[in-house]
């Protein structure tokens, strides 16, 4: 074995960093941490929306991962390529085997590209655009600029994805900068999703699909893009409900893609049959495994994947792995909280807050359900600076 850890944290992007730096606050820490994370940046992606929407440059949302790295914890530059859960081990691509008493697992999620048919050969040219990309989300708005007016699709997958609410935000910034530049009239915003509605919580769901109807927004559900052939603006949809196959032209698409677990977690004995981290919903405490834990995009915890749902798993994972540690029970307890701001155009958010079943568990003393100014100022410039100077830090 190469090394041995306390606790072993894999993935040092959102939740990961989280974690370890609230370990790193307790007051008695663990002895030794180590955070397996390849990647030398470190990126807010919720800014990616803003960025292909014309808001900021890309640049804003990157940092170096080596000022997020928690003092007093370990950087392994790798990737863990499987588990040994019963080992309590994991194998590295460089480092060689690493030990743990405790392992909590957060590799984020996977983005699926090649799952749809022809999407990586025509990504960022031909008027195909993805905010989902920190390579490719600055064309976002390099095509929006140049609309002219047509059909504009903004397409949803069949699959579970970070930030549910991300693929209309960009909608309806597209559809307000279309009125801006005076193509509105000449222009045809589609929003073909996978899903049965606009939104999966009905308390948010009624106001957006009203919006939708008075900003004459085409709703198409239960359509999972299959086919992109960017030369000739077709993109193909399966129809969910009956199998069949349509066709729809473009002059701009905005395609969210199919995402999984990473392959090194799906094919894991720590995996569910979903592909996730196998995990209880309340304590993050892995069904089999009871020194693993797991938090964020890649857990199977049934909730929205967002930040802000990391924000609120990550103390009571934090919690229950020290309380396992000093062989105490788990009372920590997770509701399932996540956030969502939708933004509905410039200056113009409303505040999703729900927990598990959709039930709203919302913050401010109003209305969420409104677009407020306010609340785009809370998304703009609130949120990041939590992000980076608390979340990030332990504190928030």
Excluded at 217 to 226: A, G, M, Y
Excluded at 265 to 287: F, I, R
């Amino acid at each position: 074995m190469s090394k041995e850890f306390r606790v072993v944290v894999v993935g040092g992007g959102t939740a990961g960093i989280t974690v370890a730096a609230r370990l790193m606050n307790e007051e008695n820490p663990p002895s030794s941490v180590a955070i397996i994370e390849p990647s030398e940046k470190h990126w807010y992606q919720p800014l990616w929306t803003l960025v292909g929407g014309g808001v900021f440059p890309k640049e804003e949302s990157m940092r170096d991962e080596r000022d997020f790295i928690p003092d007093g914890v370990e950087w392994i530059r790798d990737e863990v390529t499987t588990f040994a859960p019963r080992d309590n081990q994991v194998d590295t691509a460089k480092n060689g085997t690493i030990g743990y008493d405790a392992l909590v697992v957060c590799p984020g999620i996977q983005i699926d590209w090649g799952k749809i048919d022809g999407l990586k050969d025509t990504l960022g040219e031909n008027g195909v655009a993805s905010n989902y990309s920190y390579d490719h989300v600055e064309r976002t708005w390099a095509f929006l600029e140049d609309f002219g007016g047509g059909k504009a699709i903004f397409t949803y997958p069949a699959t579970p994805i970070k930030c549910a609410g991300a693929p209309q935000k960009i909608m309806w910034l597209a559809e307000h900068h279309f009125n801006r530049i005076g193509v509105r009239d000449e222009t045809d915003v589609i929003f073909a999703a996978a899903s049965g509605g606009i939104f999966g919580v009905s308390h948010y769901a009624e106001p957006l699909g009203r919006l939708a109807k008075d900003r004459n927004i085409i709703t198409h559900f239960q359509h999972n893009l299959v086919r992109v052939d960017g030369k000739k603006r077709k993109a193909t949809f399966e129809k969910l409900d009956s199998g069949d196959q349509v066709v729809l032209d473009f002059d701009f698409i905005h395609v969210t893609p199919p995402m999984s677990a990473p392959d090194f977690v799906k094919k894991s004995p720590l995996a569910a049959e979903t592909g996730w981290v196998d995990v209880d919903k309340h304590t993050t405490q892995h069904n089999e495994y009871e020194n693993v834990f797991s938090l964020g995009d890649a857990s199977s915890l049934p909730c929205s994947k967002t930040g802000a749902a990391i924000r609120k798993q990550a103390p009571v994972a934090v919690e229950n792995l020290q309380a396992f540690l000093a062989k105490r029970p788990l009372k920590a307890q997770y509701d399932g909280y996540a956030s969502c701001p939708l933004v509905t155009g410039y200056g113009r958010l409303i505040l999703a807050e729900f927990g598990y079943g959709g039930v709203p568990m919302e913050t401010f003393p109003f209305d969420q359900r409104q677009e407020r100014y306010s609340m785009w100022l809370l998304k703009t410039q609130g949120l990041p600076n939590m992000y980076w100077h608390g979340m990030l830090r332990g504190r928030a």
